[in-house]
């Protein structure tokens, strides 16, 4: 993390406001201008023979084709694209969301470049999209959208059945793995350490409470215990106990405590 507060610091001040919002500008644009010439958006797609043949603009391109061709949903799309970029750049700020864009574009490409099966036409694009809104649900997974503009749902659900659909896509498709890989290697990095984190706390967590229902226990044994005052769930009902992660757990006063 020091080396991106590092480059952030040297090169913040260049990094592009609401670059997510131009991207999906340039995406209703490229849209509208479909209908009226729809093999344009051949020309934009993440093609390896066609950027090897010299039309390198595809390299950067592919973010502006549109996920969607009903107008409807397009305008789902667009207005969802906009809540992420908002919500990102207010969490993360411009550079990082600026970086995790570049990333992603840079990865693609390799991923491409790499691959040695048929085209996979504007997938690249759907998975680039997917990427950003994977890091907007990890920001902030209780985030509620409403589906169908009816039903509100949060967005981690949406996000676990979009993963869900990718890794059927990964299994049946090895044509298919190479490029998705590269594709989500800017998630994976950006987003991989936290996640694992709260994992395997939940799952310390998960495996105390196992050990604990399991255990013949008298009426005043305890399953929280602070690791600076040693009070328990017993001795205050209010408290509230988290394991940090030097792996001890504290109670809801010692814990700032110990982290000041």
């Known amino acids: 993390m020091s080396l991106i507060n590092n480059l952030e610091n040297k090169f913040g001040r260049h990094a592009i406001p609401g670059l997510v919002n131009i991207i999906a500008g340039f995406q209703v644009a490229v849209w509208i201008l479909s209908k009226f010439q729809p ?5 934009l797609t993440l093609n390896k023979a066609m950027i090897l043949g010299g039309q390198v603009w595809r390299l950067v391109t592919f973010v502006f084709l549109p996920g969607q ?3 409807v949903w397009m305008l789902v799309a667009v207005m969802l694209l906009l809540t992420v970029g908002r919500v990102l750049e207010e969490t993360w700020g411009a550079f ?5 864009i570049l990333g992603g574009i840079v990865f693609a490409a390799v991923g491409v ?5 048929p085209d996979v036409g504007a997938m690249h694009s759907i998975w ?6 994977f890091a907007f649900a990890c920001v902030v997974p209780n985030y509620e959208i409403l589906l169908f503009f009816i039903l509100p749902l949060k967005v981690k659900y949406i996000a676990m059945l979009g993963g ?4 059927l896509d990964f299994i049946g498709s090895p044509a298919l793995r190479l490029p998705m890989i590269f594709s989500f290697l800017n998630f994976f990095i950006a987003c991989g350490p936290g996640l694992w984190h709260d994992f395997t706390q939940r799952t310390k967590v ?3 409470r196992s050990r604990f229902d399991s255990a013949q226990s008298p009426n005043d044994s305890f399953f929280h215990k602070c690791a600076t005052c040693s009070k328990t ?3 205050d009902t209010t408290l509230e106990f988290r394991v940090t992660a030097d792996g001890e757990e504290y109670c809801s006063v010692c814990k700032p405590k110990k982290q000041a």
Not at 164 to 167: D, E, F
Request: glycine share 2%; net charge negative; aromatic share 14%.
């Open 39 to 43: 093999d344009f958006l051949e020309w």
């Open 69 to 71: 061709s009903n107008p």
């Open 96 to 100: 990082r969301v600026n970086l995790y």
């Open 113 to 117: 470049l790499l691959q040695q099966t």
């Open 128 to 133: 680039f999209g997917m990427s950003i809104f």
């Open 164 to 167: 869900a659909m990718l890794l």
């Open 206 to 208: 998960a495996a105390r």
């Open 233 to 235: 769930e017993i001795d």
